[in-house]
């Protein structure tokens, strides 16, 4: 079974804060993907990786940046947490050519 | 104007009803396709892929119109264990796009 773990389920942080969500997933998949969903606007996509070391924009990737050292870990980093950034942030791996994604269950941030 | 756009509903239907879903998309070079359920408070799960010719799994069948730039997921017989999200998902260049999705609830 594919397995794609997020650090946390919830999480709370207070504005200013460095905040990291990890995420690790065991079935060597080349992509991954961080999405966050919101009531009314779905799942937006903030950035992804095909490969160590590579990354690319999502739609929203401003206020965050993200780290892919080893392939399976794909780390998500809020450099100065706002109110504005209060979301569930979802992980995804796949295979190159995307024909599946599999997802970790959520992390619940909230920012105060 | 949204990559993808669905209706949110909610549908409501009863128990053995046939309940259909439409997604439109706006990139005429997206290479896949795919439904996604989503239940409360759960992650997304791969429902089926969407292939040109259609396809079928049980009760779930899946349509692409390449054409029009849209999808459908049509539900027959369905179950209580239906209710749930559904999203309507396309792959870009290696990246996955969602819709917001469409509530579907199911009652006796």
Request: proline share 3%; charged share 25%.
């Amino acid at each position: 079974d594919v397995k794609v773990t997020q650090s946390s389920r919830y999480l709370v942080k207070r504005t200013g804060e460095k905040v990291f969500l990890e995420c690790v997933q065991d079935m060597d998949h080349e992509n991954m993907f961080w999405y966050r969903q919101d009531p009314g606007l779905g799942l937006r996509l903030i950035y992804f990786s095909y490969d160590v070391k590579m990354k690319e924009k999502g739609d929203i990737p401003e206020g965050y940046s993200v780290s892919r050292e080893k392939k399976e870990r794909f780390s998500l980093i809020l450099e100065s947490a706002s109110t504005n950034q209060t979301s569930m942030y979802l992980c995804a791996s796949g295979t190159g050519g995307v024909t599946e994604a599999f997802f970790g269950q959520g992390t619940r941030l909230t920012v105060v | 104007r949204k990559e993808v756009e669905q209706d949110p509903g909610p549908f409501n239907v009863p128990e053995g009803a046939t309940v259909a879903f439409n997604c439109t998309y706006s990139n005429s070079a997206s290479q896949s396709f795919f439904w996604y359920r989503q239940d409360c408070r759960k992650e997304p799960k791969l429902l089926m892929s969407v292939y040109s010719s259609g396809n079928e799994d049980g009760r779930f069948t899946a349509q692409l119109n390449r054409a029009s730039q849209y999808i459908s997921l049509l539900i027959r017989d369905s179950k209580l264990s239906d209710s749930a999200t559904y999203l309507c998902v396309v792959l870009n260049t290696d990246k996955l796009i969602f819709g917001t999705g469409t509530r579907l609830q199911v009652f006796p």
